[in-house]
Nanobody, 115 residues
Framework: DVQLQASGGGWVQPGGSLRLSCASSGFTFDDYSIGWFRQFPGKEREGVSCISVSDGSTHYEESVKGRFTISSDKAKRTVYLQMNNLKPEDTAVYYC????????WGQGTHVTVSS
């Protein structure tokens, strides 16, 4: 089955950490880049970070630089997003997808940062 499944979200207090996972199946994992996206209420999805699985190059949206780290495990066909020093404004539904041509969007994983 051709899928990307995001997981690992939850509730955390400001300053806390979460690690999201994106497990893939049904396509050649290292032929693509994998991106993390997030959607705030009432807004369009926006890019957070992406990684080229083949060469390891990464990109980050400005607001998460220095706080989030994207990585990949080729053997597990999984991409991770380590999120540190979380802020209330990081509260969103987080999605992963492949680039440049994405799959249909899944349900994502919810991240809530609050006291």
């Amino acid at each position: 089955d051709v899928q990307l499944q995001a997981s690992g979200g939850g509730w955390v207090q400001p300053g806390g950490s979460l690690r999201l996972s994106c497990a893939s199946s049904g396509f050649t994992f290292d032929d693509y880049s994998i991106g993390w996206f997030r959607q705030f209420p009432g807004k369009e999805r926006e890019g957070v970070s992406c990684i080229s699985v083949s060469d390891g190059s990464t990109h980050y949206e400005e607001s998460v630089k220095g706080r989030f780290t994207i990585s990949s495990d080729k053997a597990k066909r999984t991409v991770y997003l380590q999120m540190n020093n979380l802020k209330p404004e990081d509260t969103a539904v987080y999605y992963c997808n492949k680039l440049p041509i994405p799959l249909p969007w899944g349900q994502g994983t919810h991240v809530t940062v609050s006291s």
